[in-house]
Structures are given as structure tokens and as C-alpha cells.
């Protein structure tokens, strides 16, 4: 019996063994069916589609180019502040290890540019030159998903009350004339208080936090969605949201100062299984291991330290003769 019960866990040990890999999550979610005619229903439903992210998006549609306009405008305190920025991105098929090219412009001279071909990653600022980086160590994959995530993050930002009434079917433009559900919308409800997990204190810094600091945790902590409203063109075969146009409006109060952010978003998908044929940059920075340490960058430079044997020659060495 006990030869019996060896022989049979050993069977079950060796068959989890050999099993077939589970494929990866990105291409698992894309297998799931999504009742892209049905949003108006289930809130769950909104945020599996304005939160779906830039792999699984890849592998329901294949290549693709995906561009974003955002503009923001902040108001309060007797000043005014305003901030545009563009995103692009080209991808290859295959979510997960498919190429890509990922750039962002703002309207403040700031950008970066991050491209993968073959499994190989460049990446450089907005006025530098590309850069290899050998070791990424997923840094490309978070810069295509900010580049990406710009309907997650208007979600995020107005407490994910985004909900849509369902207005019709249309023929998208472009070569693809896919059909999509046309969706309008609007700002719901405050969602139900849910009970608040059981959390460790917040730690606190050692002196007061900087201006910067306490503006940002005040934006995110007081922030009050006053208004939203747009449309979203869902990709009646795929689920995807091909186009999105989006404006809205959050408030801060902190105390007796208040500040008004408007925000509009613009997103479109085309080009849908066109190749964008991506490659090597002509140019780059070799991605080398830097010195370790002053020794070792003198050593590097043949300026490192002398031998006993090297110094002794130096020594017996005769002057030169003026």
C-alpha cells in the first residue's frame, strides 16, 4: 500500500511538472469574450474596459497605433497653470513580447522616447540620443503603459464614476470600418462606502513635507468630481475603446483655499493590423558597465596603481639631463 500511495503521488508530481505552461495573463484576458453592446449594465464591466491594458489590448487587435492628446488647466489661489501633452504609440503584434515604439510630448519641452525591437530596448529623453539598455528590467513595459493608460488614469482620477448610456452602432473611418458601440458619458454616483481594510499608520516625515509634496497629497486625498461627460466608441468585435472624447472637472478643497482642474482627453486606435515595421535605431549609446569606484575608473584609463615592480623601475630610472 505504501509502494502504491509513493507511486501515485509520484505520478501527479511529475504530471504538474511536464503540464503545459499557463499562458501569460495578458494573453489569457484577451481570450475572455466581452459583451462590448452591454456596458450600460455593469459598472464591472466599464472598468474592465477603460482599465485594459496596453498587452491585452495588443493581442485582441493586433498591430496597431494608438495616439492620445490630453490637456489640463488648473485654477486656483489667484493663479492659472495649464499643461498639454501627447502620447504615441506604435505596436507590433504580440502583446507580450511584440515590439513597440512608445514617445510622449508635453508643452513644456519635456518627452521620451523608449522603442523595443527583438526583445532589444533604446530609450532616451526628449534631446538626447537613444541609449541601449541591456538589463531592463521592465521599464519598457511601464513606459508603454503610461504611454497607454490614459483612459485609466481619467477613471482613476474621477473615483472611476464614469458610466455610459448606450447611443447606437457606427461605422469607425479609416480602411478598418469596424463597427463600435457608441457609448455617451456621464458622471455617476458616488459609489457605496465600502469598509476600509485595516491599514499600518501612515508614516510621517521627520520635519514638514515640502510644498510640492503636500500639493500633490492634497490633490489626491480632497479631490471632488464636479462634472464628466464624452463619448467612447467600444470595437464591436474586440472590446476594445477605439476613440475616446472625454473633458471633465474636479475640485480641491483643502481648508479655506479651493482650486478647479478641468481636464479633456482625446484617444484614438487605427491602423489596426498594420505592421508599423519598427527597427534598430542607425545610432546609439552602447549600454557599458560603468567603473566601480575611482580605482576602477583610473584602472580603466590605464592610470591605475603601479605594481611593486613598476615602481622600483620608476625608481632606478636616472634623471633626464637638462
Not at 493663479?79 to 515590439?99: P, Y
Not at 463619448?231 to 483643502?254: F, H, P, R
Request: aromatic residues 6%; contains cysteine; glycine residues 8%.
Amino acid at each position: 500500500m505504501l509502494l502504491a500511495c509513493g507511486n501515485e503521488a509520484d505520478r501527479l508530481a511529475k504530471k504538474r511538472i511536464f503540464s503545459p505552461e499557463d499562458p501569460p495573463l495578458a494573453v489569457a484576458a484577451a481570450q475572455e469574450v466581452l459583451p462590448a453592446g452591454a456596458l450600460y449594465n455593469s459598472t464591472e464591466l466599464v472598468q474592465r474596459i477603460v482599465d485594459m491594458g496596453v498587452a491585452e489590448t495588443t493581442e485582441r487587435l493586433g498591430a496597431h497605433r494608438f495616439s492620445a492628446e490630453l490637456r489640463m488647466a488648473w485654477r486656483g489661489n489667484g493663479r492659472q497653470q495649464e499643461l498639454t501633452e501627447q502620447r504615441l504609440l506604435l505596436s507590433a503584434a504580440g502583446g507580450v513580447h511584440g515590439n513597440f515604439s512608445a514617445s510622449s510630448r508635453n508643452g513644456r519641452g519635456q518627452g521620451y522616447d523608449i522603442l523595443r525591437v527583438d526583445h532589444q530596448v533604446f530609450a532616451k529623453s526628449l534631446h538626447g540620443n537613444y541609449r541601449q539598455r541591456l538589463r531592463d528590467r521592465g521599464m519598457a513595459e511601464r513606459m508603454r503603459q503610461e504611454a497607454f493608460g490614459v483612459l485609466s488614469e481619467m477613471d482613476k482620477l474621477f473615483l472611476q464614476r464614469m458610466r455610459l448610456k448606450l447611443e447606437g452602432k457606427e461605422l469607425m473611418e479609416g480602411k478598418e470600418g469596424r463597427e463600435a458601440y457608441k457609448y455617451l458619458v456621464v458622471l455617476g454616483e458616488k459609489p457605496r462606502a465600502e469598509a476600509e481594510a485595516v491599514l499600518p499608520l501612515k508614516l510621517q516625515p521627520k520635519k514638514e513635507l515640502d510644498q510640492s509634496s503636500r500639493l500633490r497629497l492634497a490633490f489626491f486625498e480632497h479631490r471632488m468630481p464636479e462634472a464628466l461627460e464624452g463619448k467612447l466608441w467600444v470595437d464591436a468585435q474586440t472590446a476594445v475603446v477605439l476613440k475616446a472624447e472625454l473633458q471633465g472637472t474636479l475640485k480641491v478643497v483643502e481648508g479655506e483655499t479651493s482650486s478647479t482642474v478641468s481636464i479633456r482627453v482625446s484617444t484614438h486606435i487605427d491602423n489596426i493590423g498594420q505592421n508599423p515595421l519598427l527597427s534598430i535605431p542607425e545610432t546609439f549609446i552602447p549600454d557599458e558597465d560603468k567603473p566601480q569606484g575611482i580605482a576602477a575608473a583610473l584602472e580603466r584609463f590605464g592610470l591605475g596603481r603601479k605594481t611593486r615592480t613598476e615602481a622600483d623601475n620608476t625608481a632606478n630610472v636616472p634623471p633626464d639631463e637638462e
